[in-house]
């Protein structure tokens, strides 16, 4: 079986001088995020449902 490759982005919200970073990869059935200055420590890996339930409480912005 071949390896799957991911192609990572940061967040549109991270900063530019390298702090406080995130990227995501996505898959038609996941979404990936890891911390850009720590790769090596894996990433978290989300459903799309999930992802989708995610972005609609932010979006919702909820105390």
Do not use: I
């Not at 894996?42 to 409480?57: I, K, V, Y």
């Amino acid at each position: 079986m071949a390896s799957l490759v991911l192609t990572w982005r940061k967040s549109s919200y991270s900063n530019q001088t390298g702090g406080h970073c995130v990227e995501m990869a996505e898959r038609p059935e996941r979404v990936m995020m890891r911390d850009t200055q720590n790769p090596h420590l894996g990433h978290l890996s989300f459903s799309s449902g999930e992802w989708a339930a995610f972005l609609g409480e932010v979006a919702s912005d909820r105390p």
